[in-house]
């Protein structure tokens, strides 16, 4: 069983920035892929990043290409997403999740774990 929880949430004005953490216990994540969700009010849960087990391959999210950072240090069982120029479509629940595999994924079914959630609030 793998354990994750989300930090770094918060509120902030458009234009400003964020680090999420994603802190994994239970068991190393050092080979498995992770990935970055988020879900707004009345909407399904939306894929917005994701990492394989090295860190040297990753995908995003249109609407967060080139503002978002997705990263890992497999010493300390974390993963991070830099959000950088937030925009208030950007408020929403962001999640965290596992893969047992170490390949990147976008799909929601091909995770195994999931974090909590943390908020992330942009007013404008």
């Known amino acids: 069983q793998v354990q994750l929880v989300e930090s770094g949430g918060g509120l902030v004005q458009a234009g400003g920035s964020l680090r999420l953490s994603c802190a994994a216990s239970g068991r190393t994540i050092n080979y498995y892929a992770m990935g970055w969700f988020r879900q707004a009010p009345g909407n399904e849960r939306e894929f917005v990043a994701t990492i394989n087990w090295r860190g040297d391959t990753t995908d995003y999210a249109d609407s967060v290409k080139d503002r978002f950072t997705i990263s890992r240090d497999n010493a300390k069982n974390t993963v991070y997403l830099q959000m950088n120029s937030l925009k208030p479509e950007d408020t929403a629940v962001y999640y965290c999740?596992?893969?047992?595999?170490?390949?990147?994924?976008?799909?929601?079914?091909?995770?195994?774990?999931w974090g909590q959630g943390t908020q992330v609030t942009v007013s404008s």
């Open positions: 999740a596992t893969r047992r595999r170490a390949a990147i994924a976008t799909r929601e079914s091909e995770y195994d774990y």
